[in-house]
């Protein structure tokens, strides 16, 4: 059992009185490319980081501990808490006809909070795959995830695409996941890091995320409102030549957009073809239109990625949502505390909060622990 599995099943033990049912954990992830593509029906390529979250189910009542917080919270009523993900997927199992008990749950985990790395589809994640086991219910993987995006959109109320979800429960160790996010097919990419000598270098830029939600449906609905003109479902089915069409916001949001779909699959047949250096100027290329286009950059993500480019890293990009939160490097394994230092000289000569570094190794999805 993983360290964060031991602690959710020991947190259980000492709340309730007895050893759980089961065990099951989840990690968060980091986005390699395909930055708000989801929503439009299009592509993106995520990996499952070796951080996760851990949940400890059984039957009864009880109630939600989370160890980490060191509290309890009742199954039922919605609270705007952590626990809100927990409950909106008992909510969403149940929309959706399956059938479960009275359940009670301690969770554990190791995902950094709040800074983009998807430690709320970890939570749904390994609440889901649990459920699923402790019910008997026999939901796949995809439905899970697809459950999971229905709770997270309905229940808790953000309207995020499927990524997240996806890259929880389906990623594989050592690879990275290619997702359509329209017919919903995923397949497993090698990404084979440390062959190439290479090490994925995380910097949380510790920026609050607060206009996060307002800027992420205005870009939504951008969107939305360029695949109208262009008359197209999404912008998935747009082509580099409609975007004559289009103009100002709507012209710079869907370019963005289209130009991100080509890169994701360009840079999944670099990777196939162990080309790093195509596939770290794709990420540089990724980085550029978010800034310039889809303007969800902020000046400490630009800051990293430019003072990693200085350091020879392959590719650098924001990762995520944008408007703060984490960007990501692909660098030389001797370099990275070379890189670390750097940008956090700089940060602090720019009077930016302190950023926080992690290098993650592409980790295994959603598991129940044995
Ligand atoms: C957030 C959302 C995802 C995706 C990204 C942007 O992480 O949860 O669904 O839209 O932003 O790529």
């Not at 189910?57 to 309890?72: I, N």
């Not at 069409?245 to 869907?254: I, P, T």
């Not at 596939?279 to 969800?296: N, Q």
Request: net charge negative.
């Amino acid at each position: 059992m993983r360290e964060m599995e031991q602690r959710a099943r020991r947190a259980y033990k000492e709340k309730f009185g007895e050893e759980p049912d089961l065990v099951a954990s989840a990690p968060g992830r980091v986005n390699l490319i395909g930055e708000h593509t989801d929503y439009n029906g299009g592509f993106v390529l995520p990996c499952a980081i070796d951080r996760r979250i851990a949940v400890a189910v059984g039957t009864g009542e009880g109630g939600l501990y989370s160890a980490d917080f060191d509290e309890t919270r009742q199954v039922v009523e919605k609270d705007s808490s952590w626990a809100d993900y927990p409950r909106g997927i008992a909510w969403a199992m149940d929309e959706a006809g399956h059938g479960i008990g009275a359940f009670r749950a301690a969770f554990a985990g190791d995902v950094p909070l709040g800074s983009g790395l998807s430690s709320s589809a970890a939570i749904e994640a390994t609440t889901a795959l649990a459920l699923d086991a402790l019910f008997g219910l026999g939901i796949g993987r995809k439905d899970l995830a697809v459950l999971c995006q229905r709770a997270e959109n309905e229940y808790v109320g953000v309207n995020s695409g499927i990524m997240d979800q996806y890259a929880s429960l389906l990623c594989d160790a050592g690879a990275a996941l290619l997702v359509d996010c329209r017919s919903l097919e995923a397949e497993s990419v090698p990404l084979d890091l440390e062959g190439a000598g290479l090490a994925l270098v995380v910097c949380d830029t510790r920026v609050e995320r607060g206009l996060a939600d307002t800027g992420y449906n205005d870009r939504r609905a951008a969107c939305e409102r360029a695949a109208r003109t262009l008359g197209v479902k999404e912008l998935r089915d747009a082509t580099e030549g409609d975007l004559d069409l289009l103009s100002g916001e709507e012209l710079k949001r869907a370019r963005h957009v289209v130009s991100e779909d080509a890169r994701v699959l360009e840079a999944v047949e670099a990777l196939e073809g162990g080309d790093f250096d195509e596939f770290g100027h794709l990420m540089y290329a990724s980085h550029a239109s978010l800034r310039d286009d889809y303007e969800v950059s902020t000046r400490e993500l630009d800051a990293f990625v430019e003072i990693a480019e200085e350091y020879g890293a392959r590719g650098a990009r924001l990762t995520g949502a944008g408007f703060g939160g984490c960007a990501i490097a692909l660098v030389s394994e001797g370099k990275t505390a070379a890189l670390a230092q750097a940008c956090e000289q700089a940060f602090a000569e720019h009077g930016f909060e302190e950023p926080a570094f992690y290098e993650f190794v592409p980790a295994a999805g959603a598991e129940l622990a044995r």
